[in-house]
């Protein structure tokens, strides 16, 4: 009913900038909290950032001040613009969001997450 779709990543020297897009497609009313997270080899998911409905954000520490979330309620977009990218930034970044939708006839708030998109940093 709902898929996420993540785009932007790449390949990217330090110091360097990438933008990561998700869009939300299907049966959806409303999306109340979108982010991004990402999971290095080795490591677990973590929170990277995250937007409200209301436009309040999150940002782990690490990421603070070099990455900026915004999000485009009426299109379902979020968007992640990450500058200073660092090596220790390499991971695999997801698209989450709680989404109220439609499903088996039902409607109510969903998590779902996209595929996840690569972002590498090289020194």
């Known amino acids: 009913q709902v898929q996420l779709v993540e785009s932007g990543g790449g390949l990217v020297q330090a110091g360097g900038s990438l933008r990561l897009s998700c869009a939300a497609s299907?049966?959806?009313?409303?999306?109340?909290?979108m982010g991004w997270y990402r999971q290095a080899p080795g490591k677990q998911r973590e929170l990277v950032a995250h937007i409200t409905s209301g436009g309040s954000t999150e940002y782990a520490d690490s990421v603070k001040g070099r990455f900026t979330i915004s999000r485009d309620s009426s299109n379902n977009w979020v968007y992640l613009q990450m500058k200073s990218l660092k090596p220790e930034d390499t991971a695999v970044y997801y698209c989450?969001?709680?989404?109220?939708?439609?499903?088996?006839?039902?409607?109510?708030?969903?998590?779902?997450w996209g595929q996840g998109t690569q972002v590498t940093v090289s020194s």
């Open positions: 989450n969001a709680d989404v109220l939708g439609v499903r088996d006839g039902a409607a109510r708030w969903y998590n779902y």
């Open positions: 299907g049966s959806i009313f409303s999306i109340r909290v």
